[in-house]
C-alpha cells in the first residue's frame, strides 16, 4: 500500500484566544501529489498549512509528516525536522531585505553543517532552478516583487525538503509572474517534490497537471478531489 508522506489524524487547534481554527481533521497527503488547498478567508487554510511545516503544534490529534510524528517532537528536534524535510513560501517571502539574494539562499543550509563546496553548488543549483543566478549579489530590498519571490523559493529548496509548502503564492504577482511561478512548481513536482499550495487564485487548476483540491471551510475540510 502506497505510504502516505503527511497524514492528520482527530486534529484541532484551538488558539489561546478560543478561536478554534481547525475542528478533527483527517488527511492523507502521498509523496509527490500536488495538493491546492482552498477555502474564504479564515477558513483555516495558514493554520493547517503550520501544522504541517512544523511552525506550530496541534491542541489535539497527531501530525506525522516524512515518517516524523512531529506533533509529538521536542522544540529542538522540530526545528531540525523542519531545516530537512519542508521547505516553506511565505505569502510574503520572509526574507532577510538587508542580505544578498545568496546570503539568504545559504542562511538556510547553515544548520545542515556541510562543507563549504558542497553547500555553494547546492546554493548555485537552487537559484538556477528558480532563475534567480543573475541577482546573486543583489540586496533583497533592491528586488522587484517577483525576483523576491523566486529568491524565496530557491530558499525554500536548496535543503532539498521532500515537501514545498506555499501560502498564498501569487498574492503579490502579476499574471506573467505567476505563470512563473506555477512552472517552476510543475519542474518541483517533476523532481519528486510534494507541493502544497494554500491559494484562492484559480490559476494554479487551470496551469497545474493532476493536482488534488481540498477545500476547508470552518476549520473542516469540506471535500478532497483529484
Ligand atoms: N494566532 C492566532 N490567534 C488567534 N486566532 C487565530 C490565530 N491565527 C489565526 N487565527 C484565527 O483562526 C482562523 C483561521 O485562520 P487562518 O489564518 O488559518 O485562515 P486562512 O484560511 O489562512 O485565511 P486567509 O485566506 O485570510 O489567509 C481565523 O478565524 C483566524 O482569525
Ligand atoms: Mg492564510
Do not use: W
Not at 141 to 158: D, M
Not at 167 to 181: M, R, V
Amino acid at each position: 500500500m502506497k505510504k502516505p508522506i503527511v497524514t492528520l489524524k482527530d486534529v484541532s487547534k484551538i488558539f489561546d484566544n478560543g478561536t478554534k481554527a481547525l475542528d478533527n481533521i483527517n488527511l492523507q497527503i502521498f509523496k509527490n501529489e500536488t495538493i491546492i488547498l482552498s477555502g474564504v478567508s479564515g477558513s483555516g487554510k495558514t493554520t493547517l498549512i503550520g501544522l504541517i511545516a512544523g511552525l506550530d503544534r496541534p491542541t489535539e490529534g497527531l501530525v506525522e509528516v516524512d515518517g516524523v510524528k512531529i506533533s509529538k517532537l521536542p522544540q529542538i528536534e522540530l526545528d531540525s525536522f523542519r531545516q530537512k524535510s519542508v521547505g516553506v513560501i511565505f505569502q510574503d517571502f520572509g526574507l532577510i531585505e538587508y542580505l544578498t539574494v545568496y546570503e539568504n539562499i545559504i542562511a538556510s543550509l547553515i544548520p545542515l553543517r556541510l562543507e563549504r563546496d558542497i553547500a555553494e553548488r547546492r546554493v548555485q543549483e537552487a537559484m538556477r532552478e528558480a532563475n534567480i543566478s543573475h541577482k546573486a549579489n543583489s540586496r533583497v530590498y533592491h528586488l522587484s516583487g517577483g525576483e523576491k519571490q523566486r529568491c524565496a523559493i530557491a530558499r525554500a529548496v536548496v535543503n532539498r525538503p521532500n515537501i514545498v509548502i506555499c501560502d498564498e503564492p501569487t498574492a503579490n504577482l502579476d499574471l506573467e509572474n505567476s505563470k512563473q511561478f506555477i512552472k517552476l512548481l510543475n519542474g518541483l513536482k517533476s523532481k519528486g517534490h510534494t507541493v502544497i499550495i494554500a491559494t484562492h487564485d484559480p490559476i494554479f487548476e487551470r496551469l497545474m497537471p493532476n493536482i488534488r483540491k481540498i477545500t476547508i471551510s470552518n476549520g473542516k475540510i469540506e471535500n478532497s478531489y483529484g
